[in-house]
């Protein structure tokens, strides 16, 4: 399991990058998710790893 936090905003960011937090639930910063460790999920991570705090659980 995957734990993933939003840890900065997404001003300024563009819509594909805001869309990929969106799919992943998440709205406001300091929010946490819970996700299967899948291929699916690492690539929508990666993609905003520059917003997001991972951990693994």
Known sequence: M????????MIGCNPKQRA???ALGLR???Q???FED??????MIKKV???V???ES
Do not use: A, F, N, Y
């Open 20 to 22: 990929t937090i969106k």
């Open 28 to 30: 406001k910063i300091r």
């Open 38 to 43: 899948t291929p699916i999920v690492r690539g």
């Open 2 to 9: 995957l734990k993933v936090k939003l840890v900065r905003s």
């Open 32 to 34: 946490e998710k819970s």
């Open 49 to 51: 790893e520059h917003l």
């Open 53 to 55: 705090e991972v951990s």
